[in-house]
T-cell receptor, first 114, second 113 residues
């Protein structure tokens, strides 16, 4: 089955700096790659996603890039703010035998210090 | 905008008891997914339903069962509870037909004592 690896596990950044989280996946059939933000005690919140026919997608301060050949995708957060502090999860889905199942990475704890 | 609703939000049960978790998807969403999240871990897929039929199955114990009803809400039934079942249980919903965009509910925190 699909295996997703996520790095780093923790990330500390100064307010205003950029944060980058990287993920790799194993199944070349995966075609959907969402990113979720989870605050303590809350459910994962979908913040951006990308499909395999697109190389890059941007939404205000958040961008995601996908390299299908290398099977890796990254989340970029620019001009970080304290409210960006949370756990971020990458995920992969869309394989032919399991199109709806999200396989998550282990998560990255992001801490933005003022 | 309306979100996924889960009830109860907190549940305390003893070993060997049963528990029923409920999920009400976003209006018009026809697909429901269940995930289990242990402390400090990523969500693990349990099971999903599309148009009231089971569409995918993950690492769901045989002690657990689930179904989706005609109004698209779903229930996760957990029997013979074990201490290791203590976790956050999330329901997510999506507009099916190949769209994987899943929106998560606030979760049910199950504690088994």
């Amino acid at each position: 089955g699909e295996n997703v690896e996520q790095h780093p596990s923790t990330l500390s950044v100064q307010e205003g700096d950029s944060a980058v989280i990287k993920c790799t996946y194993s199944d070349s059939a995966s075609n959907y790659f969402p990113w979720y933000k989870q605050e303590l005690g809350k459910g994962p919140q979908l913040i951006i996603d990308i499909r395999s026919n697109v190389g890059e997608k941007k939404d205000q301060r958040i961008a995601v890039t996908l390299n299908k050949t290398a099977k890796h995708f990254s989340l970029h957060i620019t001009e970080t703010q304290p409210e960006d502090s949370a756990v971020y999860f990458c995920a992969a889905a869309g394989t032919t035998d399991s199109w709806g199942k999200l396989q998550f990475g282990a998560g990255t704890q992001v801490v933005v210090t003022p | 905008a309306a979100g996924v609703i889960q009830s109860p939000r907190h549940l305390i049960k003893e070993k060997r008891e049963t528990a029923t978790l409920k999920c009400y998807p976003i209006p018009r969403h026809d697909t429901v997914y269940w995930y289990q999240q242990g402390p400090g871990q990523d969500p693990q897929f349990l099971i999903s339903f599309y148009e009231k039929m089971q569409s995918d199955k993950g690492s769901i114990p045989d002690r657990f069962s689930a179904q989706q009803f005609s109004d698209y809400h779903s229930e996760l039934n957990m029997s013979s509870l074990e201490l290791g079942d203590s976790a956050l249980y999330f329901c997510a919903s999506s507009l099916g037909g190949g769209n994987n965009e899943q929106y998560f509910g606030p979760g049910t925190r199950l504690t088994v004592t």
